[in-house]
């Protein structure tokens, strides 16, 4: 109980606090609630991440109010809310993450002369999949890549100068892997990406009812499975003529830290096929992919670390919001 205790405490102050105070204020009641710390404690021990409960149970029908009114909520409806917890799991789509991706994609196309074949491991509903649907605003700048309409542009604030493109690459082939693909057209899906968007984040929500409109249109390939099993597969299927890039958002922290090792070693060897580049991009917690060094400094422990091929290019922030370049 000590251990999911320092969990929803660190999570209300590392995560949710300045993104969300509902969850926050959650978080940390329940980090000092024994009688509802006993109730996430029977579950299994991968079950009892926060972005979970607190979404199994607004999915319930939980209201964004007072930690008191939530804690009764959790208790008397926990019949209906532990189904939903051992049924989903955290796959939060976030297409703004696109805005972190998008400078370092531009630049592998510049380089490689070629189009790019985007795979994207632990995809959930393919949301990132499309960069080239998507407009950026960067900073208060120009917007870039019009998509035709508002809710389709991505903000984000970057600090130390990235390489910010004029134009988006070519991209001529997109696919994906997950342990369970969503589909962007299916509204419980739809329903259950919702709900982790965490309360008063209202703009969240309106870009990903867009995003999943547009993906729904024509979705990517999601094939189900594990992402080490299958990334060989996906390499080889993608077109000679494209520079392969794979990458991954928000993903590898689910995997035990062996999987995280192979996956690691795996995408480091697969750089050197001759005749066809592939190139790695990780967007994760900094200490989450052992081996590979986060930047040196002091930075809010909330930021994501952008690595390209394993070297560190950028922090980022973890909705997309912000981009750091070192
Ligand atoms: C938090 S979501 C992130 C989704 C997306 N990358 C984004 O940034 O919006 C993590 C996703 O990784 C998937 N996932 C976790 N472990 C996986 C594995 N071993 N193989 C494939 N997918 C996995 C989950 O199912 C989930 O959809």
Same mark, same amino acid.
């Given at each position: ?102 400078? #370092?994609? /531009? *630049? %592998? =196309?510049?380089?490689? @002369?070629?189009?790019? !074949?985007?795979?994207? $491991? ?104 594990? #992402?080490? /099993? *299958? %990334? =060989?597969?996906?390499? @080889?299927?993608?077109? !000679?003529?494209?520079? $392969? ?82």
């Amino acid at each position: 109980m000590a251990s999911t205790a320092r969990r929803y405490e660190r999570f209300a102050g590392v995560e949710a606090h300045g993104s969300s105070d509902v969850y926050e204020q959650w978080s940390r009641g329940i980090s000092t609630d024994a009688a509802v710390l006993e109730l996430i404690d029977g579950l299994p021990e991968n079950k009892r991440q926060p972005n979970l409960v607190l979404a199994a149970a607004r999915s319930c029908g939980a209201d964004a109010g007072p930690y008191s009114q939530f804690r009764s909520f959790l208790q008397e409806h926990w019949e209906d809310i532990r189904p939903v917890i051992l049924h989903r799991s955290t796959q939060t789509n976030e297409p703004r993450r696109c805005a972190v991706l998008l400078p #370092l994609l /531009a *630049e %592998i =196309a510049r380089t490689e @002369e070629r189009p790019l !074949a985007l795979i994207e $491991v632990g995809a959930s509903a393919g949301l990132c999949l499309y960069p080239d649907r998507y407009g950026y605003r960067y900073d208060d700048g120009g917007l870039l890549n019009d998509p035709g309409r508002p809710d389709l542009v991505l903000e984000c604030a970057t600090t130390g100068n990235p390489p910010l493109p004029r134009s988006c690459p070519e991209i001529i082939h997109r696919a994906g892997v997950d342990l369970s693909p969503l589909n962007p057209a299916d509204p419980e899906d739809l329903a259950w990406l919702d709900a982790l968007i965490w309360p008063g984040m209202e703009d969240r929500r309106a870009l990903l009812q867009a995003a999943a409109g547009a993906a729904a249109m024509s979705p990517a390939r999601i094939i189900k499975g594990d #992402l080490n /099993a *299958e %990334i =060989a597969e996906l390499i @080889e299927a993608a077109p !000679a003529e494209a520079a $392969v890039v794979v990458f991954h958002t928000a993903v590898l922290a689910y995997l035990p830290a062996a999987d995280r090792e192979i996956f690691r070693d795996t995408m480091l060897s697969n750089l050197d096929i001759p005749g066809r580049p592939v190139h790695w991009i990780s967007n994760e917690g900094g200490s989450v992919i052992p081996g590979l060094a986060a930047p040196a400094g002091d930075a809010d422990p909330g930021l994501f670390v952008l690595h390209h091929n394993g070297t560190a290019v950028a922090r980022t922030g973890p909705h997309g919001q912000s981009l750091h370049w070192l």
